[in-house]
């Protein structure tokens, strides 16, 4: 069975500093992916980063990159130089890979305030 | 369409009544997912459907949640005999359903049971 661990329901940061935003995940399966979601006040669900299982880095996107720890099951979101509209609730979330069967489920989440 | 889509944005019913939700998924996805997001709450998983195979309705939490899916295109989450404690967003997401890809949402139905 599949599960995604975000132990902060809240985060705080200041404006133009680095956040790290928790998520450890549980699986059987040997290949995986991982996802974070930002959703703002807004509701609308946008799309961060990605990092599959077998990668060899760590993903990155711009602002974001996903510290992926595997042997410790975890799957970090870093956004460095925050910025005011990053304030949004976070979601990490896991598929799996194996014979086209791709369910995704999510974490509880984390939201993040960013203060000026 | 160039997302996905969902009817009606939002809906206010009457405890038992019954509701049906639409979702327009991205045209050539294969993979659906049905989501229930309580206030200030994460995302629940109800149902997933992958092309021809059976759906996995792991997540419906009772007998009275159903959902259907056409093919390849537009899905239907049905919920019976409503109760308060429906009231929710319930947001549908489409993706590709090969291998390592995201997945796209809709702007969700807020249900509002009174």
């Known amino acids: ?116 | 369409g160039a997302g996905v889509s969902q009817s009606p944005s939002n809906k206010v019913t009457e405890k038992g009544k019954d509701v049906e939700l639409r979702c327009d998924p991205i045209s050539g996805h294969t993979a659906l997912y049905w989501y229930r997001q309580r206030l200030g709450q994460g995302l629940e998983f109800l149902i997933y459907f992958q092309g021809n195979s059976a759906p996995d309705k792991s997540g419906l939490p009772s007998d009275r949640f159903s959902a259907e899916r056409t093919g390849e295109s537009v899905s239907t989450l049905t919920i019976q005999r409503t109760q308060q404690e429906d009231s929710a967003v319930y947001l549908c997401a489409s993706s590709l359903g090969q291998g390592p890809d995201e997945a796209f949402f809709g702007q969700g139905t807020r249900l509002t049971v009174v």
């Open chain 1, 1 to 116: 069975a599949q599960k995604i661990t975000q132990t902060q329901p809240g985060m705080f940061v200041q404006e133009k500093e680095a956040v790290t935003l928790d998520c450890t995940y549980d699986t059987s399966d040997p290949s995986y992916g991982l996802f974070w979601y930002k959703q703002p006040s807004s509701g609308e669900m946008i799309f961060l980063i990605y990092q599959g299982s077998y990668d060899q880095q760590n993903a990155t996107e711009g602002r974001y990159s996903l510290n992926f720890q595997k042997a410790r099951k975890s799957a970090n979101l870093v956004i460095s130089a925050s910025q005011l509209g990053d304030s949004a609730m976070y979601f990490c979330a896991m598929s799996p890979l194996s014979g086209g069967y791709n369910k995704l489920i999510f974490g509880a989440g984390t939201r993040l305030a960013v203060h000026p």
